[in-house]
């Protein structure tokens, strides 16, 4: 039996408009990294829940957390260092992303409000309204001190915030190529 190299999945976290897409894609490339959207992983109902203006409970959660810890699995077995995207609000969630995947590691962009809101009403083609935002922040629940991730404030440049990220990601993080 092969054992699989060690790989490491970014999980770029935060709330609606914190910017997690787009440095993750960011990073991604610049490390030539599988990505994926964690939105992409949502089942319609969830979507249609967040369309109508109403926000997720952890029971909405559960299946989508499923799927992307499942899809984390994935990029292990097959040794492929990830990023993925998830807004992973709560520490339980995180937890969940973490059981039996010892290559997760998060990255929490971090805006102020007035610049979440300002971005999410600017915001065109998205199913999540502005109007869930402050859900989402009365849910967060920021990294503790014991999960493996940093917090990172997005300034509103997308390469300074993956400059930062690639400086202050720990040695011990994989950073080679899948």
């Known amino acids: 039996m092969t054992v699989p190299a060690r790989t490491t999945t970014l999980v770029v976290m935060g709330v609606s408009g914190s910017g997690k897409t787009s440095v993750g894609e960011v990073i991604a490339k610049r490390l030539g990294w599988v990505f994926a959207e964690g939105d992409a992983f949502h089942p319609p109902a969830n979507i249609e829940k967040?369309?109508?203006?109403?926000?997720?409970?952890?029971?909405?959660?559960?299946?989508?957390?499923?799927?992307?810890?499942?899809?984390?699995?994935?990029?292990?077995?097959?040794?492929?260092?990830?990023v993925v995207t998830c807004s992973a609000l709560k520490r339980s969630y995180r937890d969940l992303l973490r059981k039996d995947h010892p290559s997760v590691f998060f990255v929490h962009v971090t805006a102020s409000r007035?610049?979440?809101q300002q971005?999410?009403?600017?915001?065109?083609?998205?199913?999540?309204p502005a109007s869930l935002l402050a859900s989402q922040l009365d849910t967060l629940e920021p990294l503790q001190p014991d999960e493996p991730g940093l917090t990172l404030t997005d300034p509103g440049n997308v390469d300074e915030v993956v400059e930062q990220l690639l400086r202050e990601l720990p040695a011990d993080v994989e950073r080679g190529g899948s």
């Open 50 to 82: 967040m369309r109508s203006g109403h926000p997720l409970d952890d029971a909405d959660r559960l299946p989508w957390l499923r799927r992307l810890a499942e899809w984390i699995g994935e990029r292990e077995a097959h040794g492929e260092n990830a």
């Open 114 to 116: 007035q610049v979440l």
């Open 119 to 128: 971005r999410l009403d600017d915001r065109e083609g998205h199913y999540m």
